[in-house]
């Protein structure tokens, strides 16, 4: 137990956890402490006991604000953190059973998939070494082709039956002939130690050809690998695969978790075609081939399989728009399959177990993150049995604008950093002034406020707006630098801003 304690204590905990998640996100304290804890809670599960983890489930998250400030980020960026089998899927996507749609199983489907190529793309990397190996030989044995040893053989369909029958004559005479063939003796022997000495030089020149073979190629991996071949042409022998062929059909159908295409190409024997290539591009085609091959196609299931059980993240986005105003559903309408999704989903979030192509996968300790605006609707509205598997509510504050301007400037990944790195590969330099970037973020903030708040999406459209004109004429133009001031926000955004005819078009 110690040594788990020590590997626990040396990985993620929740101060590094919100140190790496303000690295990417503006604000929202609230929401990071949330899934900072919820995913220590993961590791230390962990270190417990085989009996005492099995009864611990991961408790869910609800988030609740509105659009673009942070809420599918703040999932994806901790799904990197931890390396985690992620997947993000919206509920307007899933029907009730019985529906024209996909069902919610395909959600674990969906993630089991991702974290098989997760597992897959491991191991890829680890076995690179082996397979360039392998591919090297190959690619030898297509630039040298072996030398042919050709054996004498008997001719079956010339060969004389007739000898058969006058063996036993032949071998009557065989003592009348003894005594006058004493003298043909010597001459055979002759003629044997003469077949004897032909064999025994050819064979050193066999070996002599074979170690000249052995050098050639010696020299020929040595070019090889110093990249002197790369442009040579050869012939190489290429494995076709079999496209794969969805299957296509209503609701609950790829819950098969096949296609037609996996089938035949365990049905049907492999099929080769020969393709002429450089030698660069057939040792990379030829080394994927050989990575292929070395993975444990079983094992690989197993351990991805295992992931999702273990470490896998649902986010959920837009739970409110399967959410019927006041808890209670219409009785016809679309409000019917909305509760359906709810009542669907249930079984998957509270822990089930659904069938993929890779085995059964079991889904109680699967972190589900939900979220959604609910300006319509409350987080009160779901029903009961779905309200208690999201025991940790966070709501999300909107921006202000001095969030707005710290999105635009501290992120590693900001947008102005985005747009500099771009003017700057036409030998241009693009400056921002600090009041400029507090006049765009004072902008963006007021249009939020009058039009839908959506949130830090609003940038986007004003940073194209403003840099539209720079972006057309940079490269007909020698400059150095380009400074944007507070004067050059107003005077590119002030009728985007003001004009409300212009604003139902633009965001």
């Known amino acids: 137990m110690s040594d788990k304690l020590n590997k ?3 990985e993620l905990t929740p101060s590094k956890i919100i140190e790496y998640l303000n690295r990417y996100i503006v604000g929202q304290d609230k929401a990071k402490r949330a899934v900072a804890v919820a995913l220590r809670n993961r590791l230390r599960r962990r270190v417990l006991p085989a009996e005492m983890a099995h009864e611990i489930v991961p408790k869910n998250i609800l988030m609740a604000g509105p659009t673009g400030v942070g809420k599918t ?42 974290s098989v190529s997760m597992v897959r793309k491991k191991m890829l990397e680890s076995v690179q070494a082996p397979a360039l190996e392998r591919a090297e030989q190959r690619l030898l044995d297509a630039l040298l082709p072996k030398r042919e040893h050709k054996r004498p053989s008997q001719d079956f369909m010339n060969f004389n039956f007739n000898n058969f029958n006058v063996f036993d004559e032949e071998f009557n005479n065989n003592k009348a002939q003894a005594l006058n063939s004493s003298n043909n003796n010597e001459d055979n022997d002759n003629n044997l130690s003469f077949d004897f000495a032909e064999s025994a030089s050819a064979k050193p020149d066999e070996e002599r050809l074979d170690a000249e073979r052995e050098k050639t190629r010696a020299k020929f991996l040595a070019m090889l690998k110093d990249g002197k071949l790369d442009d040579r042409e050869v012939d190489i022998d290429i494995t ?28 049907l024997p492999k099929r080769t075609r020969k393709r002429r290539m450089k030698v660069k591009e057939a040792l990379r085609i030829l080394q994927s081939e050989e990575a292929e091959k070395l993975i444990d196609a ?6 991805g399989v295992e992931n999702v059980q273990e470490e896998g993240i649902v986010f959920l986005d837009e739970l409110d728009k399967v959410v019927v105003k006041g808890g ?14 709810q009542r669907d989903l249930l079984p998957i979030v509270e822990g089930s177990t659904v069938q993929t192509r890779y085995g059964p996968v079991k889904t109680d300790h699967i972190l589900f993150i939900a979220a959604g605006a609910f300006s319509g609707v409350k987080p009160s509205d779901l029903i009961p049995e779905l309200q208690g598997r999201f025991p940790i509510r966070v709501e999300l504050e909107p921006l202000s604008w001095e969030n707005l301007q ?88 002030s009728q985007l801003v003001e004009n409300r005819d212009i604003r139902r078009y633009l965001l």
């Open 328 to 341: 209670s559903s219409s009785s016809s309408g679309p409000d019917v399959s909305r509760e359906g999704v």
């Open 298 to 303: 079983e094992a690989m299931a197993r351990e």
């Open 240 to 267: 076709d695969s079999i496209m794969a062929i969805p299957v296509f059909g209503g609701a609950g159908m790829d819950a098969m978790g096949m296609n037609i295409g996996e089938m035949l190409n365990g049905m």
């Open 406 to 493: 710290q999105i635009l400037t501290e992120p590693e990944n900001s947008l102005i950093k985005q747009y500099e790195a771009l003017i700057e590969t036409e030998g241009t330099k693009l400056k921002f002034t600090p009041e400029a970037t507090a006049e765009i973020a004072k902008l963006a903030s007021k249009m939020n406020s009058e039009m839908e708040d959506i949130g830090a999406r609003r940038l986007h459209t004003m940073m194209e707006q403003l840099l539209e004109e720079i972006s057309f004429n940079v490269c007909d133009k020698d400059l150095d630098e380009i400074e944007i001031t507070p004067e050059l926000v107003k005077e590119r955004l």
């Open 73 to 114: 980020e703040i999932a994806r960026r901790l799904a990197t953190l931890s390396n985690a089998p992620f997947i993000k899927v919206e509920a307007t996507k899933f029907t009730e059973v019985g529906y024209v749609g996909r069902d919610v199983e395909s959600i674990i489907r969906d993630l089991t998939e991702f």
């Open 8 to 10: 626990l204590k040396s």
